[in-house]
């Protein structure tokens, strides 16, 4: 608890026990004269009321007269003009409570969302003279290297030096494994480092890096505001003058009807419906739980690793129909891999091992992958080699001339191949003219890829499409095997936008499209649709920068999990506007007929306030 919060809640007691004192005093002391009882009920009131009659007079003086503060003021001195002393104090101190509550739930909020992006460094190690030196990562230059003991978070982005460790990355990710690393990996900033001491590298500048990229993004998410909080905004700016004047028009009107029927004017019991009405009418309820449902909503998404920059996105993302995927890193893991080897005359080991062998001088991505599924090749078995573009390499091992390329290539070695199966890039063998197999080279589909479509489907989404630059055979093998609904393939970049461009002129009306990519090649695309998420962006700033939902790790099925909050938090905002409104009008029109008093109104105001802050708390507890 803040102090501010201590000092109101010091007040609250004081206030409270005087109450009861002036309470116990009237009711012992009879006929005691009316400014006695107003004088005695003074002394709690302004106890506890004194700063919001002061914010009410500053309000009027500013020209900003319409707020909460006004409603209470005049609400409650409007009761102690009337005679009805015990009450105006009562309204008074109920809503403080009202308020310090909704405060202390607030800073909860605020303290929590900090904890979960705690990830901001006090300092970074730096060697001096063989004296470890604690400063300011701001000053870090890029080239530097500094130290990371056990317990401590990297502060920079960079390449670990020296030394290995296990990261604890959850509070970048979301999960909770930690990541083995060691010399010639990339780290992040944020991540905290567990068991052994390392030396990093630093790539970027602090201001720069992952951490700070992630903070700013946060930080700034307030700025863009939903649709749903602006309507609040604007409801709440003519809703507040609005019930003055019907409770001015109450006070008037009501007395005057009853004139011209021939009855008694009840002036005073007309003018207790009409501040009972403005105490009822107070819109806190809504102004204060509809951005906070927001708030924690992004709060806890973030907790699982996932950004979103801002309410709007959140609410837009909650409308979501049609999920459009970029393959190459979404739904594949971006990387070439050998994924089968067919061996002719030889065993497969020995075929990948030539093949290695031979590719051992080339630095294309194909012949890397090649080299990587058979790292311990004794690259001094390897004679004269020669590459021909466009078609593959040849190279003496063993005193066997090994051919390893395309079609081509095997027709110029005399070699008859056999036709291949399965989807990728197929590189065929030959050793001294013979055919001897092929070696298939694809993109390796992720291991949750299908799970996350299924999940996408289960949460309501209408439509998944994949879209890559890839051939036809290749798209068509990854699509059955992830379960998307629709694809195309051997697409060119402003093919993608084109093809966006279609789909949201099919999708359903008030719905959205999203699109996922890695954020670096599909920007125009990220831009165009109504959310754009990036997949996969832990210290990609091309990444954070294009898309509007920013998925920190490489697990597609964070796709529906940021959906699913999406929703739960719309549907939070959704009842505490229908429980706000529905309750403020019953109490609003009891109040109007003079059956509600100033009891019930602090329910209306306070009761309901306290229960919608709850509610929204709500949003941060994602599963």
């Not at 990948?352 to 078995?381: C, F, V």
């Not at 959205?512 to 990220?526: E, H, K, R, T």
């Amino acid at each position: 608890m803040t102090r501010k919060q201590k000092k109101t809640l010091i007040r609250i007691i004081i206030a409270a026990v005087l109450l009861v004192i002036c309470s116990a005093a009237s009711y012992m002391i009879k006929d005691l004269p009316w400014w006695a009882q107003m004088a005695m009920y003074l002394v709690p009131y302004l106890v506890i009321g004194y700063d919001i009659l002061l914010k009410a007079g500053r309000g009027i003086i500013h020209g900003q007269v319409f707020d909460e503060n006004f409603l209470m003021a005049i609400a409650t001195v409007g009761a102690v003009a009337l005679g009805e002393f015990r009450e105006g104090a009562a309204v008074m101190l109920f809503y403080q409570i009202g308020e310090l509550f909704q405060s202390v739930a607030v800073g909860k909020s605020r303290r929590n969302i900090a904890a979960l992006m705690d990830i901001r460094p006090d300092y970074a190690n730096i060697e001096r003279d063989g004296v470890l030196v604690k400063v300011d990562p701001d000053e870090v230059e890029i080239g530097t290297v500094i130290i990371v003991k056990p317990g401590e978070k990297v502060p920079i982005d960079g390449v670990i030096a020296e030394g290995n460790t296990s990261l604890d990355m959850s509070a970048l990710t979301g999960e909770s494994m930690p990541v083995s690393v060691s010399k010639g990996a990339a780290v992040q900033s944020g991540c905290i480092n567990m068991t052994g001491l390392v030396k990093i590298l630093t790539t970027k500048e602090f201001g720069e890096s992952t951490v700070s990229k992630i903070l700013e993004l946060v930080e700034n998410s307030g700025a863009k505001k939903s649709r749903s909080e602006n309507f609040i905004s604007k409801f709440a700016r003519y809703y507040t003058p609005a019930v003055c004047i019907g409770a001015a028009a109450l006070a008037v009107f009501g007395p005057l009807v009853r004139m011209v029927l021939g009855l008694s004017p009840e002036w005073m019991s007309w003018v207790m419906r009409a501040l009972t009405f403005l105490v009822i009418s107070c819109p806190c309820a809504l102004v204060i739980s509809i951005p906070l449902t927001f708030f924690a909503g992004i709060g806890g998404a973030s907790r699982a690793g996932i950004l979103v920059k801002g309410s709007n996105y959140l609410e837009t993302l909650a409308k979501a129909r049609y999920i459009v995927f970029d393959k190459t890193g979404t739904l594949t893991k971006g990387v070439f891999e050998v994924a089968d080897i067919r061996a002719e005359g030889v065993d497969k080991s020995t075929l990948i091992e030539y093949a290695a062998l031979a590719e051992s001088g080339s630095n294309h991505p194909i012949a890397k992958s090649i080299q990587a599924a058979y790292p311990d090749a004794d690259k001094s078995r390897v004679g004269e080699i020669e590459e021909t573009a466009g078609e593959g390499v040849t190279a003496v091992i063993d005193g066997k001339k090994i051919a390893v390329g395309n079609e081509r290539l095997m027709a110029r070695a005399g070699a008859k191949i056999k036709a291949a199966d399965g989807a990728g890039t197929v590189i065929y063998a030959a050793i001294d003219g013979v055919y001897a197999g092929y070696i298939l080279i694809s993109d390796v589909i992720k291991p949750t890829a299908a799970d996350a479509v299924s999940a996408l489907k289960g949460s309501g989404i209408e439509k998944t499409v994949m879209l890559t630059g890839d051939s036809e055979k290749t798209a068509a093998a990854v699509a059955a095997a992830v379960g998307v609904d629709e694809y195309r393939a051997g697409l060119m970049p402003e093919d993608k936008v084109a093809i966006v461009e279609e789909l949201l002129d099919k999708k359903p009306p008030k719905s959205a499209l999203a699109f996922v990519g890695d954020g670096i090649n599909d920007a125009p695309v990220l831009s165009r649709s109504d959310v754009g998420i990036a997949m996969g962006a832990l210290g990609s700033d091309a990444a954070i920068e294009a898309a509007d939902v920013v998925l920190m790790d490489d697990n597609p099925t964070k796709i529906s999990q940021a959906i699913k909050t999406a929703k739960k938090c719309m549907a939070i905002v959704y009842e505490n506007i229908i429980f706000a409104l529905g309750v403020k009008a019953v109490c609003l029109i009891l109040g109007a007929l003079g059956l509600a008093n100033m009891w019930l109104a602090i329910f209306a105001d306070v009761g309901v306030m306290v229960i919608a802050v709850l509610n929204a708390i709500r949003a941060l507890r994602i599963k």
